[in-house]
């Protein structure tokens, strides 16, 4: 199978702009999840999605926001972007819900805010 | 919620030597425990993960223990190889149905 697919890889934006990532899970798989990587950070869980459904949020303020289409592909959005945004977004998809299945992880969208 | 910790953040072993991780979690319901390996430049992987029901859990070279009691999980690499050089993260969660809370991460050196 074809494994996780992130658009674009890079992204170069400036303060104040918005910006849609785009995530393709595996065939099959209905859950992905968003996580934002920045150094000495780890990885910190943005949001998670199942069917269309926003399973579970994590703690980032409303200019994050994600949604998810009937094929499984999910968006997620940063409007109003401000320069500790600038990080690695990695989205992760698995055949069900929840943290007991084995996340995939994309090779994420390195996000650069000047 | 739920808060887990990650020591050392470095590491550097000799090749051959043994590497431990280690990781507290806060939130004493958490049962479940994975650990994910990312090389420089890749993505993360899912190498070992361990039940709140199991103590330990063995995979060739790598090895993950669980003390509830204690609130902590480690993660033990033996006779470590250049490959193994990468950062390592511990999780927890709560449930099936909670996400997964990552540690900081330990970044892995191993010097040939």
């Known amino acids: 199978k074809a494994g996780v697919t992130q658009t674009p890889r890079y992204l170069i934006k400036t303060r104040g702009q918005q910006v849609t990532l785009s995530c393709s899970p595996i065939s099959g798989h209905r859950s992905v999840s968003w996580y934002q990587q920045t150094p000495g950070q780890g990885l910190q869980f943005l949001f998670e999605y199942f069917s269309e459904t926003q399973r579970n949020k994590g703690n980032f303020p409303g200019r994050f926001s994600g949604r998810q289409f009937s094929n499984s592909r999910s968006e997620m959005n940063v409007s109003t972007l401000e320069l500790g945004d600038s990080a690695l977004y990695l989205c992760?998809?698995?055949?069900?819900?929840?943290?007991?299945?084995?996340?995939?992880f994309g090779p994420g969208t390195r996000l650069t805010v000047l | 919620g739920e808060n887990v910790e990650q020591h050392p953040s470095t590491l550097s072993v000799q090749e051959g030597d043994s590497a431990v991780i280690k990781c507290t979690y806060s939130d004493s319901a958490s049962n479940y425990f994975p650990w994910y390996k990312q090389e420089l430049g890749k993505r993360p992987q899912l190498i070992i993960d361990?039940?709140?029901?199991?103590g330990e859990k063995k995979d060739q070279r790598i090895a993950v223990t669980l003390n509830k009691t204690a609130k902590h999980f480690s993660l033990h690499i033996t006779e470590t190889q250049p490959e193994d050089s990468a950062v390592y993260f511990c999780?927890?969660?709560?449930?099936?149905?909670?996400?997964?809370?990552f540690g900081k991460g330990t970044r892995l050196s191993v010097i040939a």
């Open positions: 992760a998809s698995s055949g069900g819900t929840g943290a007991y299945n084995e996340q995939f």
């Open positions: 361990i039940r709140s029901n199991v």
């Open positions: 999780a927890a969660a709560l449930s099936g149905n909670t996400p997964l809370v």
